[in-house]
């Protein structure tokens, strides 16, 4: 006769919901399940914050608060004076530029301060207008800082990367979020949005500029939204846009779709005629959301 068979010990274990099964979660097989879960999780947060409508901040996460630019600058200056080695060259004309570069650090700061200020001054208060950022440094930075200036809420959609981007410390607690996919970060970007501030920066911020603009020429953004450049110098010597024009790759109908702006003041200023233009806002700005 042959041997009896005896039981496995997982035999005697209770199965694991698929839910909570971490290594399944984390397969390519679940991955529909965490781009679901990357777009109802921040839904459903936004909702309990009474979050409707953002003005969303882009720009380096390399610019720094106007403050250590100066601090690093005379650092440099004054290397080699006690007889260590001097600053290279290099080093002084990048220490230089990041300290010209930093006005856009503080002028961030200051719109974000102004529009929530604003926002605030509103009978349904500081849930008409959301300052929202990439969560980073630089320019996401200054925007949250800013927006806590001013007593208000403020998002931070940060990212997970390969060089890891901490969360600066002044987005709302409630509000940190970090997402997985580019593009369901993207989408809460886009989808409260009643306007977008680019403000200088490299390939990430071009990466958003061009998609809002693209979302926004083809309609797909569902509504509207203004587009402002902060830093005509900047973006006029970075992206040729006339050019585009003359070689027949956009319409004038193209360009109109992003204005230039110089000053917190200036931006705040247009924001604030552009978002009163819009019926939806009108209408907002009489009745508090419930």
Known sequence: ?????????????????????????????????????????????????????????????????????????????????????????????????????????????????????????????GHFLVVCSGGGPGIMEAANRGAAEAGGKSIGFNITLPMEQKPNPYITPELSFLFRYFFMRKLWFAQPAKALLVFPGGYGTMDEMWEFLTLVQTHKLGHRATILLYGSKFWKKAINFDWLLEAGTILPEDLRLIRFVDSPQEAFALLRKQLSRDRAQRIALRHPFV
Not at 23 to 40: G, H, I, K, N, W
């Open 1 to 125: 006769m042959p041997a009896e068979q005896k039981p496995h010990p997982a035999m005697h274990q209770h199965p694991q919901l698929a839910y909570q099964d971490s290594r399944f979660l984390e397969s390519a097989d679940a991955r529909t399940l965490r781009m679901v879960a990357e777009y109802l999780e921040p839904q459903t947060r936004l909702r309990r914050a009474g979050v409707q409508n953002t003005v969303v901040f882009f720009g380096s996460a390399r610019i720094l608060p106007r403050e250590e630019a100066v601090k690093h600058l005379r650092e440099l200056e004054g290397q080699g004076k006690g007889g260590g080695s001097p600053a290279t060259p290099e080093q002084l004309r990048e220490a230089r530029t990041a300290m010209q570069m930093s006005r856009y650090y503080e002028d961030a700061r200051e719109l974000a301060r102004l529009i929530t200020r604003w926002s605030l001054s509103l009978k349904n208060g």
